[in-house]
Every structure is written in structure tokens, then in C-alpha cells.
């Protein structure tokens, strides 16, 4: 099955810096690749996604970037701001078949710093 | 659109006792995933309903099971109560598309066994 590792753990930055999560899946099958973020009590909320047909997708300040070769994708976040602290889940699907169910990774959990 | 709806929102157990959690999924969303999420072990897949049916399951005991009714409402229930089920327990809300499914989180449910 899919195992999802993801790095860095915990991650503090700059107010205004950039912020870089990294994850590595094992399934060369897998095509769909989402970003959760989870703030304080919270459900984990979808913030960007991307599928094995691109290799990078952009919304705002967030981008994701796609390598299939090197089986691995990353979260970046620009201009971080207070509100950006949360905890980070990226997650591949278990099974090629409908991306359901997700395979989480550990979760980053992201300080910016003012 | 009514987002993902858990109930109840927080409960506490004692140890030995069954509990049972309600989910009702985003209108139009067949397909219902439980999952469960400690500090420990992260995000964990339970299982996965489709029409009524069980399409995917998680590696967790058979204490754990759930079932999904015509309306696409979706329960999980959790027998004989441990400590370590302390949890929170986040259902999931799919919505299928041409490009590939998407999933949606709710709330959660807080569940303290002591």
C-alpha cells in the first residue's frame, strides 16, 4: 500500500519568509495529491490539491509542486503571515482506484513569526 | 452548501461502554470516510461507504464498524471503549468528479475515554 513521509516536522519562519513542505510517497500509481491545513481544534481543511497531469498548480500564496519521477511533491507558502500557523497534512491515496481513501503524512507544524 | 455535519461534538466514555457518532455528508456526496486522528499515530482511515456499502477499510479492530443509510447519513459506532480510542474522529465527504474525487472534512468528534 501508499506510505506517505513527510519533512519537516515542525518548521518556524519569518514573518513575510517563505515556508517549504516537503513529502515523498512510495505508489507510482498514485495521481492525486492534496494539501490539508488544520489550525488549532479544527478539521483539516482542504487548501490546494493537484493531479498527476500537472506538474505544479498555484492559488495566492500557495503553490504545490509535483515530481512523479522523483515520487514527491511539496507545499510552498510565500509571503507567510500569523494566520499561515497551522499544522500541514499532505496525503496520496491509498488505491489508485476514485483517490479514496488518503494515506496521510505526520503533519508539519508550522509557526510564522511576526 | 451545508458543509460536512459530526455529531456530537465532544463526549466523554468510561471505559467499557459503546458509543455510536453521526455524520451527514455534503448534499449530493455518496460517499462517506471516517477517520481517526491522535497525536501519536496522525491521521488514520477507518472505513469508507458508498450506497450504503462498505467500499474500503482501515486496519482497526472489529470493535470499530459503521454503516451508511439510504440518504447517505453515516454512523460509526465504537464497542467495548479503551483508552487509547480517545480520539478525534473526522468524517469525510467525497465528492466524485470527471477529474478525480475530492475530499471534504468535518468538524470532528471529540472522544475522551477515561
Known amino acids: 500500500g501508499e506510505n506517505v513521509e513527510q519533512h519537516p516536522s515542525t518548521l518556524s519562519v519569518q514573518e513575510g519568509d517563505s515556508a517549504v513542505i516537503k513529502c515523498t510517497y512510495s505508489d507510482s500509481a498514485s495521481n492525486y495529491f492534496p494539501w490539508y491545513k488544520q489550525e488549532l481544534g479544527k478539521r483539516p481543511q482542504l487548501i490546494i490539491d493537484i493531479r498527476s497531469n500537472v506538474g505544479e498548480k498555484k492559488d495566492q500564496r500557495i503553490a504545490v509542486t509535483l515530481n512523479k519521477t522523483a515520487k514527491h511533491f511539496s507545499l510552498h507558502i510565500t509571503e507567510t503571515q500569523p494566520e499561515d500557523s497551522a499544522v500541514y497534512f499532505c496525503?496520496?491515496?491509498?488505491?489508485?482506484?476514485?483517490?479514496?481513501?488518503?494515506?496521510f503524512g505526520k503533519g508539519t507544524r508550522l509557526s510564522v513569526i511576526a | 452548501k451545508a458543509g460536512v455535519t459530526q455529531t456530537p461534538r465532544y463526549l466523554i466514555k468510561t471505559r467499557g461502554q459503546q458509543v455510536t457518532l453521526s455524520c451527514s455528508p455534503i448534499?449530493?456526496?455518496?460517499?462517506v470516510s471516517w477517520y481517526q486522528q491522535t497525536p501519536g499515530q496522525g491521521l488514520q482511515f477507518l472505513f469508507e461507504y458508498f450506497s450504503e456499502t462498505q467500499r474500503n477499510k482501515g486496519n482497526f479492530p472489529g470493535r470499530f464498524s459503521g454503516r451508511q443509510f439510504s440518504n447517505s447519513r453515516s454512523e460509526m459506532n465504537v464497542s467495548t471503549l479503551e483508552l487509547g480510542d480517545s480520539a478525534l474522529y473526522l468524517c469525510?465527504?467525497?465528492?466524485?468528479?470527471?477529474?478525480?474525487?475530492?475530499?471534504?472534512f468535518g468538524e470532528g468528534s471529540w472522544l475522551t475515554v477515561v
Open positions: 469525510a465527504s467525497t465528492s466524485e468528479g470527471a477529474a478525480g474525487n475530492t475530499i471534504y
Open positions: 496525503a496520496a491515496p491509498s488505491q489508485n482506484s476514485g483517490n479514496t481513501p488518503l494515506v
Open positions: 448534499s449530493g456526496h455518496r460517499s
